[in-house]
């Protein structure tokens, strides 16, 4: 397609030039130049008469051959049914051409990159690394396909995919096989509930100060334009941090938790900045506050200066017909705190010592 859309404009250029201040010599010189087009024939007119009026179309001419030569010497005719069929187990394959000569490129679960020869023997391999932030390694998944792309135009081809580690992250890459380099850009975050392609979350290559490359600059304008990657502040990503850390730490807790594990809060998180205003309950040494944030209902204790999270829960969305957090005090311990749900006219209590993190339920 990309080379019938060539084909199709350079039919266009050929069309006879409107007439103008020219003389018959090189009306003459320019009319056997289009008629049979080639490089060696535009270099002969723009040699002779480089400021011609007809200049312009015998450059564009030359530059649209240029280029159709550069894909036919380098873009593979392998179609992606036959790319994937020579890979075997992989999760992706394209055909690449070098110097005028085919290859498939297999990239396997783990990144590695095999170069195969069209019938399917491995000539080398390269290993792209898995651009993460999480310290449990997640096998990649496959997001977009590889394809051969040259997106600042001229004649430098790379090959474009993305993939996912997990929900929560997803990574875009630029790889240029000859020379064997690679350019990455990561969005990170919480998945969104409901839609397993929605992530919110930041970008490390959108951070104020930074000079990207012009290829992550390319992979970065793309996150801009994916609405199915919301850009949050830094306050809270880390609050959503905090609280994704806390239900890891803290699966039972709603139901048979007998023992908690709070979650010491980032001074920079938008958790500890909607605590640091918000009224709060006074006990011994401690004082803790309740409050909704970012789809969560979460007590929040301070000690020292210091912000933990002692409590996390979704959201009521109906309190008219289930159950909700509603109140939380000190008993006269000053150290145990006492949550009161509702639900209707039925009351619940749950009772979180802040000095041993145990956790009691009563109905």
């Excluded at 187990?89 to 990144?111: F, N, Q, R, S, Y």
């Excluded at 997106?151 to 996912?164: M, S, T």
């Amino acid at each position: 397609m990309r080379t019938l859309r060539i084909i199709l404009l350079l039919g266009a250029l050929l069309a006879p030039a409107a007439l103008g201040a020219q003389t018959r010599p090189e009306t003459n010189l320019y009319n056997k130049t289009m008629k049979k087009p080639s490089v060696k024939a535009a270099d002969k007119f723009l040699a002779k008469y480089p400021k011609s009026v007809y200049a312009d179309q015998v450059l564009h001419m030359k530059d649209s051959l240029l280029y159709l030569d550069f894909v036919s010497n380098n873009i593979s005719q392998i179609s992606k049914p036959d790319a994937l069929g020579v890979a075997g187990e992989a999760l992706d394959a394209v055909g690449w051409k070098k110097d005028g000569t085919d290859h498939v490129l297999a990239l396997d679960k783990d990144l590695t990159l095999r170069i195969l020869t069209p019938a399917g023997e491995q000539e080398d391999w390269r290993t792209i690394p898995v651009y993460t932030m999480e310290d449990d390694y997640v096998p990649p998944t496959m997001v977009l396909p590889m394809e051969v792309i040259s997106p600042f135009g001229g004649r430098r081809l790379y090959v474009h995919f993305a993939y996912r580690n997990g929900d929560a992250e997803y990574v875009e890459v630029l790889y240029m096989p000859e020379e064997d380099i690679v350019h990455q850009a990561l969005f990170y975050g919480n998945a969104v509930a409901g839609d397993s392609l929605r992530i919110e979350g930041q970008c490390p290559e959108m951070m104020e100060g930074i000079t990207p490359a012009a290829e992550v600059a390319w992979l970065v304008q793309r996150f801009r334009e994916n609405p199915a990657l919301v850009q949050i502040s830094k306050a809270d990503m880390l609050t959503d941090s905090a609280i994704r850390w806390w239900l890891e730490k803290n699966p039972k807790a709603e139901t048979s938790a007998s023992r908690l594990s709070f979650g010491l809060l980032d001074p920079e998180s938008s958790i500890a900045a909607a605590c640091s205003k918000a009224r709060k309950e006074r006990g011994k040494g401690y004082s803790a506050a309740l409050f909704d944030i970012r789809g969560y209902t979460v007590i929040c204790a301070v000690k020292g200066g210091e912000y933990s999270l002692v409590w996390a829960e979704p959201v009521c969305k109906n309190k008219r017909t289930d159950k909700y957090l509603d109140t939380i005090y000190f008993e006269n311990d000053g150290t145990t705190l006492d949550l009161i749900y509702y639900k209707g006219r039925t009351t619940f209590k749950k009772k979180i010592s802040v000095v041993s993190k145990t956790l009691q339920h009563f109905k």
